[in-house]
């Protein structure tokens, strides 16, 4: 799996500190996400991503081809 959250933030030109001031997810919790050095999401966070961002789940989580 790829969390795609860099991207969905540079193209609504948002920043990983904004994003967690308005949401309350910790920023070392998105700073993991960005760089992918996560195993796990909950579905809360993952719900609350969506919300913010106005995205789909397939928007932020994509399966890689290993």
Not at 31 to 37: P, T, Y
């Given at each position: 799996m790829k969390v795609n959250l860099n991207q969905l933030l540079d193209g609504k030109g948002i920043s990983q500190n904004q994003m967690a001031k308005d949401t309350g997810i910790s920023a070392s919790t998105?700073?993991?996400?960005?760089?992918?050095?996560?195993?796990?999401?909950?579905?809360?966070?993952?719900?609350?991503?969506?919300?913010?961002?106005?995205c789909g789940v397939a928007d932020v989580l994509s399966l890689e081809n290993n």
């Open positions: 998105l700073r993991n996400l960005n760089h992918n050095r996560t195993t796990r999401i909950s579905f809360d966070i993952l719900e609350k991503i969506c919300q913010y961002l106005d």
